[in-house]
Nanobody, 120 residues
Framework: QVQLVESGGGLVQAGGSLRLSCASSGSIFRINAMAWYRQAPGKQRDLVAAITSGGRTNYADSVKGRFTISRDEAKNTVYLQMNSLKPEDTAVYYC??????????????WGQGTQVTVST
């Protein structure tokens, strides 16, 4: 199993930025795709961004142009840079490791989540 630990969440004003980090327990990027999900109260957990083992990325339409997923293999860490934050971005953000194809992501491991709150 892959152990994942998120950090970097917090309270920011609308228009601000945050960078979330997800540290993994080992070198996993060659065989695992990585993703960020978010879940707001009363809503389902939705995919925000993903990066495959080959480095391909994709994003939910709601965050395109504002969020960037990246990884640092030397640090076994995946990041989510969030810019131009909006109140509707408020959610618990989770990182996940799993398998991905062109049109799917199947998570096998989850982090504990980190809260992001964007104030007006």
């Amino acid at each position: 199993q892959v152990q994942l630990v998120e950090s970097g969440g917090g309270l920011v004003q609308a228009g601000g930025s945050l960078r979330l980090s997800c540290a993994s327990s080992g070198s996993i990027f060659r065989i695992n795709a990585m993703a960020w999900y978010r879940q707001a109260p009363g809503k389902q957990r939705d995919l925000v961004a993903a990066i495959t083992s080959g480095g391909r990325t994709n994003y939910a339409d709601s965050v395109k142009g504002r969020f960037t997923i990246s990884r640092d293999e030397a640090k076994n860490t995946v990041y989510l840079q969030m810019n131009s934050l909006k109140p509707e971005d408020t959610a618990v953000y989770y990182c996940a490791a799993g398998a991905a194809g062109t049109k799917y992501f199947v998570p096998s491991s989850w982090g504990q989540g980190t809260q992001v709150t964007v104030s007006t």
